[in-house]
C-alpha cells in the first residue's frame, strides 16, 4: 500500500534468549510463521522503504481507505501481548527493532471501519478477522473448551478459551480468537502445515491419480508404515521449520494402498497430537469439529476419531471458514443481535465415532510419535 | 528328494552367546539369510521326515542321482568351516542340532558328479558353484582385492581374498569362493537385499511407469532425498532382518525425479558402503566390477562410481552367472585347462569414473549412513 515510510535503522535480529520473553508476553512462539519475523527480514533484506503490513490491511485499505488491522490479526504479529490484545506493545516493537514501522489501528471484528463501491452499491466493510478463527466462530464454538479443526493445503486445530487467555504448557500458542462486542475471546492453536497438500503432493508423484481417490485407494491398514507430513516443516508443538517429512516402514509388499493410508493417518495422528496437546493443557474436549475439504474423506475422519478418541462433527459446508467472516460482519451491521444469532444453528452433515480401543490409540499415537521425534531431531541438512 | 529319514529329536535353539562362537568359524553370521537356520526352522516348524537339502543338491540329484552338493554351497549352509571347507563339521552341527541329518557330500567345483540324459544325448554333470561365486569367477576376478557387485533383485558384492580365508571385522562375512584344480579360493561379501527390486518397488507404487525408465525420470539430483533400501531388512554389515526400508528428507517441491533418484542413490550408497567394509579389512580396491539387469542403468553406474570412489567396469553381458558356471564346467571337462583359460578374457562394455570429489563422496555417504543407521536402530513393530 502506498504510505510514508517511517525513517529506521537496520538493526540487528531480536537478542537471543529472548524466546521466552516473547512466548510469556505473546502467547507465540518465535517462529517464522507469525508476521513480526517476516515483516524483520522484508526490511532487513528486501526494503526500508514503504509501509509493509499484513494483507488484510492492505486489502481494507484499497477497499475504503481505512489503515487498521483486527485484534485477531494483531494478536498472530507477534507485537501484541495477551494483556492487552488490543495495542501494539512498545517492548515488542523495540525488541524485534520494529519501533519505526507506521502501525495500523486495532480494531474489533464487529468494528465498522468504512464504505466501499468497488462491488457496485456503497457498502459498510467491516467483519475482520483470522481465517481459522473464522472457522472456529462458523463453527459455533462460542464455550471454553469446544474444540475446530480445520482441513485445508493444512490443519488448523483451535480451542476457546473463553475470556482467559490459556497458556499453554504443550507447544501450542494462544491467541485472541475475535474481540466481539467489547469482548476479547481467545483460543489456543496448533496447525499441520501440510495435509489436502500432502495428498497432492502424493498425487504428484503418481501414487494418486487425484485427491478425490483417497478412500478408493486407500487400504485397510497401512500395515506398518509411518508418514510424518513434515513436507514444509513442523509446526506445533515442535516448530522445526526445517524438518522434512518421512515415510518409514517400508516393505517389498507395501503398495500405493498403504501409501495412501499412511500419508491419511500420518495427517489425522498429526491433529490428533495436537488434541491431546489441548488436553493436557486442561481443557475437557468432548468432541472435534471438523471442516474443510479434505473432511469429504471418510477414511481420514474416521482414522481422527481412532486416533483422537472423540466423536467428529463434520461441518456440512465444505467453506466455513467465509461463513465465520459473514457472521462478524452481521455483528458489525446489527448491534441488537449477540454472537449467536448472527450464525445459524450448526448441526454436523455426520459425526463418526471412535472404532479403536483407548489402548490401541495410545499405541498407535506412540509409535507415530516415535517417528515425528525423528524427523524434528533430525537437522536440515542443504544439499550441495 | 527321497531319502530315508534320520531320526532325530526335537532341539532347542542354538545357544544363547553362539553367535561369535559360529561367526569366527564359519566366517557367516548367525542369520536366517544363511541355510542352517532356515533347515533348522523346517525342522521344527514344518516337518521331520525326508531329507532337507539345498536346491542344488535336489537338482543334481534329479540329473543324475548323485548326493552331493559343492564347497562354495557348503561354505554358506554355516556347517563348515574356513578351516576345513570340505567337510561338514560335527560340533557346528551338534550347535544347531542338526547332527541326525542326512547330508550330501561335499564336491569341488570341477568335479564330474554323474551324467544325465534328460537334456538328450548323455553328458557329464559337473561346475556346481554358488550363484554369486559364479559371476565372480565370470568377472574374471582371480586376484585377491578384485571385487565384483552383481545387481540383480537385490546387490551382491563379493572380493576375492585369494586361499586365505580373510575374516571381516566389518561385518561382512566369509566363505569359500570355490574350489577348482584342488585349491580353495575364498571371498569376503555383503549384500543389499533390494536392488532391482526396489526399482520395481517404485513402479508398482505408480512412481515410475517401469523399471527401464530409471534414466529418464530420475532428477539430476534427489534434493535431499534419502532412501535406505531395507524393504526386506537390513544385511551385511548391519545384520537387522526386522529392519523397514525409509524415505526421509521429502519436501513439498519433490517429485518423483527426485525420489527416482533417491532410491537409485541409496542402492548405489548401500554398495558404496560395503565396498568402504572391504576396504576396512584391507583389501585394495582399485576398481568395482559390475554385472545384471540394473547395470544397463547410467545413472545407477555413475552413481555408484561417485560414492565408491573407483573406477566402475561394466561387464559387457548381462548374464555374467551362468558364464562362471560355464567355466567352472569347462575346469571339469578338460582337466588340461587352467581357470584363466577356461573363460575369455573379460572386457568391460565400458568403464565409469567418478565425477564427485573425495570430500562430497564421504559428505553424501555419511549422509545416508546416518538415515541406515536409524532404520538399523528402529525395532520392527507388528502391525496390531
Known amino acids: 500500500m502506498a504510505g510514508p515510510a517511517g525513517s529506521r535503522h537496520h538493526r540487528r535480529p531480536a537478542r537471543a534468549g529472548a524466546a521466552g520473553h516473547?512466548?510469556?508476553?505473546?502467547?507465540?512462539?518465535?517462529?517464522?510463521?507469525?508476521?513480526?519475523?517476516?515483516?524483520?527480514w522484508?526490511?532487513?533484506?528486501?526494503?526500508?522503504?514503504?509501509?509493509?503490513?499484513?494483507?488484510?490491511?492492505?486489502?481494507?485499505?484499497?477497499?475504503?481507505?481505512?489503515?487498521v488491522t483486527d485484534v485477531s490479526t494483531a494478536g498472530r504479529s507477534m507485537l501484541t501481548t495477551l494483556d492487552?490484545?488490543?495495542?501494539?506493545?512498545?517492548?515488542?516493537?523495540?525488541?524485534?527493532g520494529l519501533d519505526d514501522e507506521e502501525l495500523p489501528a486495532i480494531v474489533a471484528s464487529d468494528d465498522v471501519v468504512g464504505t466501499t463501491d468497488v462491488f457496485g452499491p456503497r457498502v459498510p466493510v467491516t467483519g475482520l478477522v483470522v481465517d481459522q478463527q473464522a472457522a472456529l466462530l462458523a463453527q459455533?464454538?462460542?464455550?471454553?473448551?469446544?474444540?475446530?479443526?480445520?482441513?485445508?493445503?493444512?490443519?488448523?486445530?483451535?480451542?476457546?478459551?473463553?475470556?482467559?487467555?490459556?497458556?499453554?504448557?504443550?507447544?501450542?500458542?494462544?491467541?485472541?480468537?475475535?474481540?466481539?462486542?467489547?469482548?476479547?475471546?481467545?483460543?489456543?492453536?496448533?496447525?499441520?502445515?501440510?495435509?489436502?497438500?500432502?495428498?497432492?503432493?502424493?498425487?504428484?508423484?503418481?501414487?494418486?491419480?487425484?485427491?478425490?481417490?483417497?478412500?478408493?485407494?486407500?487400504?485397510?491398514?497401512?500395515?506398518?508404515?509411518?508418514?510424518?507430513?513434515?513436507?514444509?516443516?513442523?509446526?506445533?508443538?515442535w516448530w522445526q521449520p526445517g524438518a522434512t517429512a518421512s515415510l518409514t516402514g517400508l516393505r517389498l509388499g507395501t503398495g500405493r494402498g498403504e501409501v495412501v493410508r499412511a500419508v491419511v493417518e500420518g495427517v489425522a495422528a498429526s491433529v490428533a497430537h495436537l488434541l491431546e496437546a489441548v488436553r493436557r493443557d486442561g481443557a475437557p474436549v468432548?468432541?472435534?469439529?471438523?471442516?474443510?475439504?479434505?473432511?469429504?474423506?471418510?477414511?481420514?475422519v474416521q482414522a481422527l476419531a481412532d486416533r483422537a478418541q472423540v466423536p467428529v462433527e463434520v461441518h456440512p459446508s465444505a467453506h466455513a471458514t467465509p461463513l465465520g467472516a459473514a457472521a462478524a460482519a452481521r455483528l458489525g451491521l446489527d448491534q441488537a443481535l449477540t454472537p449467536a444469532e448472527a450464525l445459524p444453528r450448526v448441526v454436523p452433515s455426520h459425526v463418526v465415532l471412535p472404532t479403536w480401543s483407548h489402548d490401541r490409540a495410545a499405541t498407535e499415537q506412540q509409535r507415530w510419535h516415535d517417528a515425528a521425534a525423528l524427523v524434528a531431531r533430525t537437522e536440515r541438512t542443504e544439499h550441495p
Do not use: I, M
Open 22 to 40: 516473547v512466548a510469556r508476553r505473546t502467547g507465540l512462539v518465535l517462529d517464522p510463521y507469525f508476521s513480526a519475523p517476516k515483516l524483520r
Open 42 to 67: 522484508l526490511r532487513d533484506h528486501v526494503t526500508r522503504d514503504g509501509v509493509v503490513t499484513t494483507l488484510d490491511t492492505w486489502l481494507v485499505h484499497r477497499l475504503c481507505g481505512a489503515f
Open 84 to 96: 492487552d490484545a488490543t495495542a501494539w506493545d512498545p517492548d515488542l516493537l523495540d525488541l524485534l
Open 140 to 237: 459455533g464454538c462460542w464455550d471454553a473448551g469446544t474444540v475446530k479443526c480445520t482441513f485445508g493445503t493444512g490443519a488448523f486445530l483451535l480451542a476457546q478459551t473463553g475470556t482467559d487467555p490459556v497458556r499453554s504448557s504443550s507447544g501450542l500458542t494462544t491467541s485472541p480468537a475475535w474481540r466481539l462486542r467489547d469482548e476479547t475471546r481467545f483460543c489456543v492453536d496448533g496447525q499441520v502445515y501440510t495435509a489436502a497438500s500432502a495428498v497432492d503432493w502424493l498425487a504428484g508423484l503418481g501414487v494418486l491419480g487425484s485427491a478425490g481417490e483417497v478412500d478408493r485407494v486407500a487400504a485397510d491398514d497401512a500395515a506398518g508404515v509411518q508418514f510424518v507430513p513434515a513436507l514444509t516443516g513442523l509446526a506445533a508443538p
Open 286 to 300: 468432548a468432541s472435534l469439529r471438523v471442516d474443510g475439504g479434505l473432511t469429504r474423506s471418510r477414511v481420514l
